[in-house]
Nanobody, 122 residues
Framework: QVQLIESGGGTVQAGGSLRLSCEVS????????MGWFRQVPGKEREFVATINWIGTSQYYTGSVKDRFAISNDNAKATMYLQMNRLKPEDSAVYYCAAGPELVALANEYEFWGQGTQVTVSS
């Protein structure tokens, strides 16, 4: 079993920055990718970014590609999402996820964190 704990959410004004963290613990054998997703009430969970376990490949959804950066620090067993130039439409609950493949599909990820709220005010 893999446990994921997110932190770093909060409220920020438009144009500001936040950094989310996702601490990983447990049996990580077989985990080859980590991802960030977000969800607002009444909508499906949306892919944000993903990174392979060794940190050499990253993919982003188009709306965040030039503003967000995903990274990981295996020594600290932690994944990050640096979010810059935040917009009100980035407001959502952000979830980290872990799975066997580097994909953008939520149902391909086996393990999920509890989520952290990000609110961007205009």
């Amino acid at each position: 079993q893999v446990q994921l704990i997110e932190s770093g959410g909060g409220t920020v004004q438009a144009g500001g920055s936040l950094r989310l963290s996702c601490e990983v613990s447990g049996r990580t054998f077989g985990i080859h990718a980590m991802g960030w997703f977000r969800q607002v009430p009444g909508k499906e969970r949306e892919f944000v970014a993903t990174i392979n376990w060794i940190g050499t490949s990253q993919y982003y959804t188009g709306s965040v590609k030039d503003r967000f950066a995903i990274s990981n620090d295996n020594a600290k067993a932690t994944m990050y999402l640096q979010m810059n130039r935040l917009k009100p439409e980035d407001s959502a609950v952000y979830y980290c996820a872990a799975g066997p493949e580097l994909v953008a599909l939520a149902n391909e990820y086996e393990f999920w964190g509890q989520g952290t709220q990000v609110t961007v005010s205009s």
